[in-house]
Nanobody, 119 residues
Framework: QVQLVESGGGLVQPGGSLRLSCAAS????????AAWYRQAPGKQRELVAA???????NYADSVKGRFTISRDNAKNTVYLQMSSLKPEDTAVYYC?????????????WGQGTQVTVSS
């Protein structure tokens, strides 16, 4: 019943900005750590940014200083603010969250949202 849904992707020019959202719904007791991953064509999935329940963050070197991950626990939502976007940021972005539900915790994945950076 737990579901993660990403939104906010799209086409943007180099140097532009996008804000991705990941909303959790269903029977949720608690969201622990959450993260954004991305996968570009022909490449392995990579961790972009992660955030603990308390708000501590870490980022891939390739996005550090340009991307910001945040969360609103009351809304069960995780965000990824992306600025100064580059063509190499083009990928499908996936939200991941460790969710306690039904007495257990498990990772959940969103369906992905496409981000394309191109002029």
């Amino acid at each position: 019943q737990v579901q993660l849904v990403e939104s906010g992707g799209g086409l943007v020019q180099p140097g532009g900005s996008l804000r991705l959202s990941c909303a959790a719904s269903g029977s949720i007791f608690r969201i622990n750590a959450a993260a954004w991953y991305r996968q570009a064509p022909g490449k392995q999935r990579e961790l972009v940014a992660a955030i603990t329940r308390g708000g501590s963050t870490n980022y891939a070197d390739s996005v550090k200083g340009r991307f910001t991950i945040s969360r609103d626990n009351a809304k069960n939502t995780v965000y990824l603010q992306m600025s100064s976007l580059k063509p190499e940021d083009t990928a499908v972005y996936y939200c991941n969250a460790e969710i306690y539900s039904g007495g257990v915790y498990s990772p959940h994945w969103g369906q992905g949202t496409q981000v394309t950076v191109s002029s």
